[in-house]
């Protein structure tokens, strides 16, 4: 029978040590199952030297996790010897065969979880950093970083309920106090995080761990430690079956841990790329806009490019610059277009092939454009005849982007207006759509601007 969680840490103990040897020797006796037994009582046998470690530390009387854990050892061996009871019949009516089976996995699986649990409250050491009432108290400020301590402890032990109960806390712990929180974080706590984003069952728990995970990531000081302890592939799959929620969080991590070019490529090598670019397709407006800014990321390393357009990411680019809604969109296709047009001529092939320059064309046609799409067409334009961008509209477009572009666009537009003056024919037809005298201005602008950065003279 499971008893009341009431007591000191030092009457759990002797409870603990009352109640083991019991359980070792109804285990053995058991005369069906016996095998399964068998593997019980060496597990049961490894509790005692736990506990003697456990009670050696010396805030071992002090420590509410102590308490608790010496509760879930005496009630997971009291629940082991009336399962024995129960297997021999000598207690109650005996059960199915399943259901004993299922039972006898169930105990094992506490067992188990009450050595780790022992062994690793004394590796970790937060027995020494954690000593204070639980952290559901209501704590004073000079107790906070106590309170964080001890709920990302929790993070590592006790059964999925207590861990959900601990990351509520700790959601809370970094809304009030972000950088209090991160400055406490250790490799440990990381690692307990990512393995909770990644074995949880319970999709709720799944999106608090990912939840976490996502305000760390956007502090930009965890970058390190999440991908060093293995954070890619758990939200690449939170990326491509996750809930609603989770989904939101995981991708957006990603973009936040995708502006590093070393992680970008590993984001590819984890097969990230195909959930990302559904997500853009399918998803709500916070997870596409997320998933566009992390392949937009991820275009700008070279080695990812030609993953990015085996997955299909240059139709989908250019249906959203056609018909995307969501604020920002259309801005990450289109520097995701100029990425893989930068230095790749197959590439480029395939952006033409798909119709990006008449895209490109419609989206420059916008009241202010910007660097990305004129660069981008400024890429293109040497692998098309001019004859065909003359009959795409080329160039009234490119007087506009010269007279209401941002300046990264007009130097962009320059720069296409220069690939595609190469003969005679060409040279007459920018002559008379206006875009000498803005190229001009724009010389002019530029050589204004040296002049007054030129350092003056000094005199006497």
């Given at each position: 029978?499971?008893?009341?969680e009431?007591?000191?840490?030092?009457?759990?103990?002797?409870?603990?040590?009352?109640?083991?040897?019991?359980?070792?020797?109804?285990?053995?006796?058991?005369?069906?199952?016996?095998?399964?037994?068998?593997?019980i009582?060496?597990?049961?046998?490894?509790?005692?030297?736990?506990?003697?470690?456990?009670?050696?530390?010396?805030?071992?009387?002090?420590?509410?996790l102590?308490?608790?854990?010496?509760?879930?050892?005496?009630?997971?061996?009291?629940?082991?010897?009336?399962?024995?009871?129960?297997?021999?019949?000598?207690?109650?009516?005996?059960?199915?065969?399943?259901?004993?089976?299922?039972?006898?996995?169930?105990?094992?699986?506490?067992?188990?979880?009450?050595?780790?649990?022992?062994?690793?409250?004394?590796?970790?050491?937060?027995?020494?950093?954690?000593?204070?009432?639980p952290?559901?108290t209501?704590?004073?400020?000079?107790?906070?970083?106590?309170?964080?301590?001890?709920?990302?402890?929790?993070?590592?032990?006790?059964?999925?309920?207590?861990?959900?109960?601990?990351?509520?806390?700790?959601?809370?712990?970094?809304r009030?106090?972000?950088?209090?929180?991160?400055?406490?974080?250790?490799?440990?706590?990381?690692?307990?995080?990512?393995?909770?984003?990644?074995?949880?069952?319970?999709?709720?728990?799944?999106?608090?761990?990912?939840?976490?995970?996502?305000?760390?990531?956007?502090?930009?000081?965890?970058?390190?430690?999440?991908?060093?302890?293995?954070?890619?592939?758990?939200?690449?799959?939170?990326?491509?079956?996750?809930?609603?929620?989770?989904?939101?969080?995981?991708?957006?991590?990603?973009q936040?841990?995708?502006?590093?070019?070393?992680?970008?490529?590993?984001?590819?090598?984890?097969?990230?790329?195909?959930?990302?670019?559904?997500?853009?397709?399918?998803?709500?407006?916070?997870?596409?806009?997320?998933?566009?800014?992390?392949?937009?990321?991820?275009?700008?390393?070279?080695?990812?490019?030609?993953?990015?357009?085996?997955?299909g990411?240059?139709?989908?680019?250019?249906?959203i610059?056609?018909?995307?809604?969501?604020?920002?969109?259309?801005?990450y296709?289109?520097?995701?277009?100029?990425?893989?047009?930068?230095?790749?001529?197959?590439?480029?092939?395939?952006?033409?092939?798909?119709?990006?320059?008449?895209?490109?064309?419609?989206?420059?046609?916008?009241?202010?454009?910007?660097?990305?799409a004129?660069?981008?067409?400024?890429?293109?334009?040497?692998?098309?005849?001019?004859?065909?961008?003359?009959?795409?509209?080329?160039?009234?477009?490119?007087?506009?982007?010269?007279?209401?572009?941002?300046?990264?666009?007009?130097?962009?537009?320059?720069?296409?207006?220069?690939?595609?003056?190469?003969?005679?024919?060409?040279k007459?037809?920018?002559?008379?759509?206006?875009?000498?005298?803005?190229?001009?201005?724009?010389?002019?602008?530029?050589?204004?601007?040296?002049?007054?950065?030129?350092?003056?003279?000094?005199?006497?």
């Open positions: 029978m499971v008893e009341q009431s007591g000191s840490t030092e009457h759990w103990l002797g409870r603990a040590h009352q109640l083991v040897p019991a359980a070792v020797a109804r285990a053995k006796s058991a005369r069906s199952f016996v095998s399964r037994w068998s593997s009582a060496s597990k049961l046998e490894r509790i005692p030297p736990c506990l003697s470690d456990l009670s050696s530390h010396p805030f071992f009387a002090k420590n509410a102590c308490v608790e854990q010496l509760q879930s050892v005496s009630n997971a061996v009291s629940e082991t010897i009336d399962l024995a009871d129960r297997c021999s019949g000598s207690s109650a009516p005996p059960v199915g065969k399943l259901r004993m089976q299922s039972d006898l996995d169930a105990i094992a699986a506490k067992l188990d979880l009450c050595i780790h649990d022992c062994r690793l409250l004394i590796k970790t050491g937060v027995l020494g950093e954690s000593n204070h009432p952290a559901s209501t704590a004073a400020p000079d107790d906070s970083a106590d309170v964080v301590r001890e709920l990302l402890a929790r993070l590592q032990i006790g059964h999925s309920e207590a861990k959900q109960r601990a990351i509520d806390g700790l959601l809370e712990a970094l009030d106090d972000e950088k209090g929180v991160v400055a406490l974080l250790g490799r440990s706590n990381i690692s307990a995080l990512v393995q909770l984003l990644a074995a949880a069952t319970a999709p709720k728990m799944r999106e608090k761990a990912a939840s976490v995970v996502c305000l760390l990531a956007e502090t930009g000081n965890c970058e390190g430690l999440l991908i060093s302890e293995g954070v890619l592939p758990p939200l690449i799959r939170l990326t491509e079956s996750g809930s609603l929620v989770g989904r939101e969080k995981a991708v957006v991590s990603l936040r841990l995708s502006m590093s070019a070393e992680t970008a490529r590993s984001i590819a090598g984890h097969g990230g790329v195909r959930p990302l670019i559904e997500v853009c397709q399918v998803g709500d407006s916070i997870s596409q806009l997320a998933a566009a800014g992390t392949l937009k990321n991820l275009s700008a390393v070279a080695e990812a490019r030609q993953s990015l357009v085996d997955e990411i240059v139709r989908v680019m250019i249906n610059l056609d018909s995307g809604i969501v604020l920002g969109l259309k801005e296709a289109a520097e995701c277009l100029q990425n893989l047009t930068s230095s790749n001529e197959s590439l480029r092939r395939a952006v033409v092939s798909e119709g990006g320059i008449r895209s490109l064309l419609a989206y420059l046609d916008g009241p202010l454009p910007q660097e990305p004129a660069s981008a067409l400024r890429n293109l334009v040497g692998s098309v005849s001019v004859d065909s961008l003359v009959s795409l509209g080329l160039l009234p477009r490119l007087v506009h982007v010269l007279r209401d572009g941002s300046p990264g666009a007009k130097q962009a537009a320059a720069s296409a207006v220069c690939k595609i003056s190469s003969t005679p024919e060409t007459r037809l920018v002559g008379e759509s206006g875009c000498l005298p803005l190229l001009l201005g724009l010389l002019e602008a530029k050589s204004s601007g040296a002049r007054r950065s030129r350092p003056r003279p000094w005199r006497g």
